[in-house]
């Protein structure tokens, strides 16, 4: 009897050193773990970091954005990427989006730029939250507290989102911009390409670059109005069930040499969108001139009999 005991009390012993060791790897495996995100967020800010200071363009406005498209696809993420790409797309076509650089938190260049006090906050196996400072001597903000969540792809942590001091989850905001607004770019691309055929004839020395929507009505079928007028150049354009009716499209009009911006009026008929009249750089509505010149024409031929 006595030997059972003994030998009972060395298997509670022995699996309870077991259970120990388990919890000091478990434990050892986590530091690890937070250790590489840390260093992973220090590699990548480095290097960011480093291009800014060496090739942040001249003109103040931050880095060109084939850099800015490199950092994306070597340090965040596929979700990030995919909505970056989108709202891209709604900057080239709706008049643009970005006014900070999620990278410097601010805009210009940026100045000495910096992370410090990093801290892994929360983790699991593929995901982390990650806060740390970031120092930018150009920013009204030096110093001021940076989240990124961080996810693992392919065995590399890569960056989801960016979180600024205001709490705003970047990745979520191009998501809300994307809601808001992708559901009209499908009638921009309508637009502007039955304008480019419109305008695909032979002008000898004329052609068009840099052609947008900047605005445009459409008939509202969920409020009473029977017409609204929509600002593309804002990205708070709401979610609604519409029928785009009229656009200004703004283009680049070159002519042997010169250039002159110049607005084309489009309106839809019977589901096709026309050019109704094109306004010149000094406000002149070509249609109304011509509409003005056939009026005077009538007069002075009344006058006449």
């Avoid at 590399?156 to 808001?180: G, L, P």
């Avoid at 109005?225 to 804002?234: A, H, P, T």
Wanted: charged share 30%.
């Amino acid at each position: 009897m006595r030997k059972l005991l003994l030998l009972s009390v060395i298997v509670v012993a022995l699996v309870a050193c077991s259970n120990r060791g388990d919890v000091s790897n478990a434990t050892k495996d986590q530091q690890l773990d937070t250790a590489a995100v840390i260093q992973r967020v220090e590699e990548i800010y480095g290097a960011v970091f480093k291009v800014y200071n060496e090739e942040g363009s001249l003109d103040n406005l931050g880095l060109p954005d084939e850099r800015r498209n490199e950092f994306n696809a070597l340090y965040c993420s596929t979700e990030w990427n995919e909505a970056f790409n989108k709202v891209e797309e709604i900057h080239r076509l709706l008049n643009g989006w970005w006014e900070r650089d999620y990278w410097i938190m601010g805009d210009g260049l940026g100045l000495n730029l910096s992370i410090s006090d990093i801290k892994v906050v929360s983790m699991d196996e593929d995901k982390a939250v990650v806060e740390f400072q970031l120092h930018n001597s150009d920013s009204a903000l030096p110093v001021q507290p940076v989240r990124v969540i961080m996810v693992k792809e392919n065995g590399i942590w890569k960056i989801d989102t960016f979180i600024d001091q205001a709490n705003d989850d970047w990745k979520k905001e191009m998501q809300r911009i994307i809601k808001s607004t992708y559901s009209h770019v499908n009638e921009i691309h309508s637009i502007l390409n039955e304008f480019r055929k419109a305008m695909e004839q032979d002008w000898h020395n004329l052609s068009i670059s840099d052609e947008k929507v900047v605005a445009a009505d459409y008939d509202n079928k969920t409020k009473d109005d029977d017409v609204v007028y929509v600002d593309l150049s804002s990205d708070e354009v709401e979610e609604m069930d519409y029928d785009y009716t009229k656009a200004d499209v703004e283009f680049q009009l070159h002519n042997s040499g010169s250039t002159q911006s110049v607005r084309a009026i489009m309106v839809k008929k019977n589901g096709t969108w026309k050019i109704d009249t094109f306004i010149d750089e000094a406000g002149k509505d070509c249609k109304k001139e011509m509409q003005e010149y056939v009026k005077q024409n009538n007069h002075r031929a009344k006058n006449n009999k």
